[in-house]
């Protein structure tokens, strides 16, 4: 059954939130709703929260556009998409939480067929982290509230549940279909379960992979090309470790033999470094670098298997326009980055949830750039009174070639990256390399180069570094100004180390902002002894 434009009235679960509340617990406004405040009926889906919640769950406005990214408004009001995902003909699929529905939207067409699922619970809504597009014209999904793995048939419009194999508390979360597998970690079950799709009917055989560290969490996956699957196991904020499972030896290992060989005998772990406490999403690039988000902070991380050793990039500040800070109480905001993947060319692509920003790394050039997200709510920042300021909450995102497809979760929005879009300077670095003594200075040269024929009246130089104490001082001799289309702006950047510093290598983060966009290159810093 098809609908257009019309919801189903669900109430909002809340215990199967609370992994969901906790992890977002520092930023103001992220708390359950609160169902005993007054509420207009309205036959939507907004009616799921009381009325003075409903501009914080449901949106804030219409759609908006810049020269980057486009955004579609979602016809039925207060979906909030969450999961996101393509398929080979050009369109988009995602989850909408407030419903229980998946949804589809025609890129060509620029429509939107939202697909009503008859078995869904009434006044039941969900968290549906996963989702991914299976050869055989189906659309995996994950379900949080009810331990659920969906099966969605594009043919025959209709949903098929699995109940999610779980002893205690579980919460299947992100989703990867592999061939014949659908693979799942469970965030709060402490496992990876991997599903055999191929079978027909109602039951499906799978296996679970306990992790190495008992009552903790399990994180992100990403597969490398000898079959490697890796994920992170970690308890929040205390330790964690990075997980080398060898599922093509144990499978080859289990269809060649009769002997029971106990799974931990194919997994080998990483112990993580300091500063990487919530490590959600994780990619393995075509070097076999393993890469991790790191979402309580502004970093994120890569692993070398050969060298067994961690390297740590930062991102940009948050602009104050995404977290307002009306109140000054805001002293070190961060842009929390969350998913990670990696794109056709081999770029590193995440969110970053708090900056309301889509970011793409190229480990190549070590070139970092970030496109802002036009749409803001308010209700998730502090605002007060400040224009354009707050959150769309992007929780998830998909690379279709050179365009990235993003879901805002409290805006009822999906948008468009298109990366193909030319970008209005490129950064250059005399001196990328530099190794330092406590207490010594060098200045180097940036230079921000115009690629349009358009001046550009505000650019603002950024700067920021992996130190986790004052041991790095930087500073340019002009931090706002106007790039002119006819010529490159020379910007002289003096890097000063502290007389305590310790004596490591840090990444250092030079570059460029628009209202729109950040470009920005890394130094790698040696601190001397």
Same mark, same amino acid.
């Given at each position: 059954?098809?609908?257009?434009?019309?919801?189903?009235?669900?109430? +909002?679960?809340?215990?199967?939130?609370?992994?969901?509340?906790?992890?977002?617990?520092?930023?103001?406004?992220?708390?359950?709703?609160?169902?005993?405040?007054?509420?207009?009926?309205?036959?939507?889906?907004?009616?799921?929260?009381?009325?003075?919640?409903?501009?914080?769950?449901?949106?804030?406005?219409?759609?908006?556009?810049?020269?980057?990214?486009?955004?579609?408004?979602?016809?039925?009001?207060?979906?909030?998409?969450?999961?996101?995902?393509?398929?080979?003909? !050009?369109?988009?699929?995602?989850?909408?939480?407030?419903?229980?529905?998946?949804?589809?939207?025609?890129?060509?067409?620029?429509?939107?067929?939202?697909?009503?699922?008859?078995?869904?619970?009434?006044?039941?809504?969900?968290?549906?982290?996963?989702?991914?597009?299976?050869?055989?014209?189906?659309?995996?999904? &994950?379900?949080?509230?009810?331990?659920?793995?969906?099966?969605?048939?594009?043919?025959?419009?209709?949903?098929?549940?699995?109940?999610?194999?779980?002893?205690?508390?579980?919460?299947?979360?992100?989703?990867?279909?592999?061939?014949?597998?659908?693979?799942?970690?469970?965030?709060?079950?402490?496992?990876?379960?991997?599903?055999?799709?191929?079978?027909?009917?109602?039951?499906?055989?799978?296996?679970?992979?306990?992790?190495?560290?008992?009552?903790?969490?399990?994180?992100?996956?990403?597969?490398?090309?000898?079959?490697?699957?890796?994920? &992170?196991?970690?308890?929040?904020?205390?330790?964690? +470790?990075?997980?080398?499972?060898?599922?093509?030896?144990?499978?080859?290992?289990?269809?060649?033999?009769?002997?029971?060989?106990?799974?931990?005998?194919?997994?080998?772990?990483?112990?993580?470094?300091?500063?990487?406490?919530?490590?959600?999403?994780?990619? +393995?690039?075509?070097?076999?670098?393993?890469?991790?988000?790191?979402?309580?902070?502004?970093?994120?991380?890569?692993?070398?298997?050969?060298?067994?050793?961690?390297?740590?990039?930062?991102?940009?500040?948050?602009?104050?326009?995404?977290?307002?800070?009306?109140?000054?109480?805001?002293?070190?905001?961060?842009?929390?980055?969350?998913?990670?993947?990696?794109?056709?060319?081999?770029?590193? +692509?995440?969110?970053?949830?708090?900056?309301?920003?889509?970011?793409?790394?190229?480990?190549?050039?070590? &070139?970092?750039?970030?496109?802002?997200?036009?749409?803001?709510?308010?209700?998730?920042?502090?605002?007060?009174?400040?224009?354009?300021?707050?959150?769309?909450?992007?929780?998830?995102?998909?690379?279709?070639?050179?365009?990235?497809?993003?879901?805002?979760?409290?805006?009822?929005?999906?948008?468009?990256?298109?990366?193909?879009?030319?970008?209005?300077?490129?950064?250059?670095?005399?001196?990328?390399?530099?190794?330092?003594?406590?207490?010594?200075?060098?200045?180097?040269?940036?230079?921000?180069?115009?690629? &349009?024929?358009?001046?550009?009246?505000?650019?603002?130089?950024?700067?920021?570094?992996?130190?986790?104490?004052?041991?790095?001082?930087?500073?340019?001799?002009?931090?706002?100004?106007?790039?002119?289309?006819? !010529?490159?702006?020379?910007?002289?950047?003096?890097?000063?180390?502290?007389?305590?510093?310790?004596?490591?290598?840090?990444?250092?983060?030079?570059?460029?902002?628009?209202?729109?966009?950040?470009?920005?290159?890394?130094?790698?810093?040696?601190?001397?002894?």
């Amino acid at each position: 059954m098809k609908k257009q434009t019309k919801g189903i009235i669900f109430l +909002v679960v809340i215990g199967s939130l609370l992994f969901f509340w906790a992890a977002a617990a520092s930023m103001q406004g992220f708390s359950p709703p609160d169902l005993e405040l007054e509420m207009t009926v309205t036959g939507t889906p907004a009616d799921n929260f009381p009325d003075e919640q409903r501009a914080q769950f449901c949106g804030t406005g219409v759609a908006k556009s810049n020269a980057y990214v486009k955004e579609y408004k979602i016809p039925t009001d207060c979906t909030q998409p969450l999961a996101i995902t393509t398929d080979p003909h !050009g369109n988009v699929w995602f989850a909408e939480t407030n419903t229980g529905n998946i949804a589809k939207f025609d890129s060509r067409t620029e429509t939107f067929t939202e697909y009503e699922n008859p078995t869904w619970p009434k006044n039941a809504r969900s968290m549906m982290w996963g989702m991914d597009y299976s050869s055989d014209g189906s659309i995996w999904y &994950t379900d949080e509230a009810f331990d659920s793995i969906w099966k969605f048939s594009i043919q025959d419009e209709n949903y098929q549940r699995l109940n999610y194999p779980a002893e205690g508390e579980s919460l299947p979360q992100r989703l990867q279909v592999e061939g014949s597998q659908v693979i799942v970690n469970d965030f709060s079950g402490n496992k990876i379960t991997f599903f055999d799709a191929a079978q027909s009917g109602g039951e499906f055989a799978y296996l679970s992979l306990p992790s190495p560290i008992p009552n903790s969490v399990t994180g992100g996956f990403a597969i490398d090309s000898n079959d490697n699957l890796w994920y &992170t196991n970690w308890v929040f904020q205390q330790d964690g +470790v990075l997980v080398r499972f060898a599922q093509g030896d144990y499978f080859a290992f289990l269809s060649n033999s009769e002997e029971a060989l106990p799974l931990f005998d194919f997994l080998q772990v990483f112990k993580l470094p300091l500063g990487l406490n919530t490590p959600n999403g994780a990619a +393995v690039d075509s070097d076999g670098k393993i890469w991790l988000a790191e979402t309580s902070s502004s970093y994120f991380f890569r692993f070398d298997p050969e060298t067994e050793s961690f390297t740590k990039y930062v991102t940009s500040d948050p602009t104050i326009s995404t977290y307002g800070n009306a109140s000054g109480l805001i002293k070190n905001p961060v842009t929390r980055p969350y998913w990670i993947n990696l794109d056709e060319n081999d770029r590193l +692509v995440f969110n970053e949830q708090t900056a309301n920003r889509i970011a793409i790394f190229d480990p190549k050039t070590e &070139t970092l750039t970030e496109y802002m997200v036009p749409s803001k709510n308010p209700g998730w920042a502090d605002c007060e009174q400040i224009k354009d300021c707050g959150l769309a909450q992007i929780f998830d995102f998909t690379i279709d070639g050179s365009k990235i497809w993003f879901t805002e979760w409290v805006e009822n929005n999906i948008g468009v990256l298109d990366t193909s879009v030319q970008l209005p300077f490129k950064v250059e670095l005399d001196n990328t390399q530099i190794s330092l003594k406590k207490g010594e200075t060098i200045t180097l040269t940036l230079q921000v180069i115009p690629l &349009t024929n358009s001046d550009i009246p505000i650019v603002q130089v950024i700067n920021a570094d992996t130190a986790e104490f004052s041991d790095i001082m930087i500073e340019t001799d002009v931090t706002q100004f106007q790039l002119d289309s006819d !010529g490159p702006r020379i910007i002289q950047t003096s890097i000063t180390i502290d007389e305590n510093a310790l004596a490591i290598s840090h990444k250092i983060l030079i570059g460029a902002q628009t209202d729109e966009v950040t470009i920005s290159k890394y130094i790698t810093l040696t601190i001397e002894s």
